[in-house]
């Protein structure tokens, strides 16, 4: 149904583990397939880790193997390189493309494990020139809300203390002024409601990206 000659839109999902991310976006990937828009949903690190960046990322979630907090955080942002051709050239077929995690969390999580040597500003530089989202959901969950669904996996990353500390951070990202394209969507409510809210301001987007022009870079 995309109107003719319109570009798709670039729709990010992004919080916590647990904020139930992934299970908004399949939502959001079957309700916009059902409205017959051409729709792609990828997630980061990308989805089967298959790539030999996501080989490597994947094995250092699992804490098989150690690397520099640098060299990681590089991986992570070459991994979304890899495919920002591809994003480009399906938005510019008209297909709008959602995606599970991006510089957001790659900005946050590496600033967050403790290195002086790692700021959320040195954090941010590979991800410039990145295709900017057009609108980018944080999925918002209290600590306690989180808690109560379920415990963590065994992933690096997955302990309380990190957790907040990426929530501060995340929280610190929403109030920079050149991020405008971020929306705070309470997901501490039941699925269908927080897929319905999810889904109006998506399908506004969809239908102003002749307004806003080309997608945009990130900067
Ligand atoms: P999932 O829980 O979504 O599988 O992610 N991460 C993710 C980073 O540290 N940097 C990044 O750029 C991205 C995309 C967040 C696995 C973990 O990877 C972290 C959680
Ligand atoms: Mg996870």
Known sequence: MAEKGRRGALVVVEGLDRAGKSSQCELLYRSLLALNYKTKYIRFPEKDR???IGK???????GQSQLDDHSI???FSANRWEVAQSIQDDIADGVTVIVDRYSY????YSASKGNPN???HWA???EVGLPRPDLCLFLSISPEDAAKRGGYGVERYETDCMQRR???LFLSLLDLPHNDEICVIDAGRPVDEVAQDILEPVLECMKNVDSIGPLKKLG
Request: hydrophobic share 40%; aromatic share 8%; charged share 15%.
């Open 50 to 52: 298959s790539t030999p």
């Open 73 to 75: 955080h590089l991986l």
């Open 118 to 120: 790692l700021s959320l």
């Open 105 to 108: 969390s790659g900005a946050v």
């Open 166 to 168: 990426v929530r501060d």
């Open 124 to 126: 941010w530089q590979p």
């Open 56 to 62: 490597q990322i994947d094995s250092y979630l699992r």
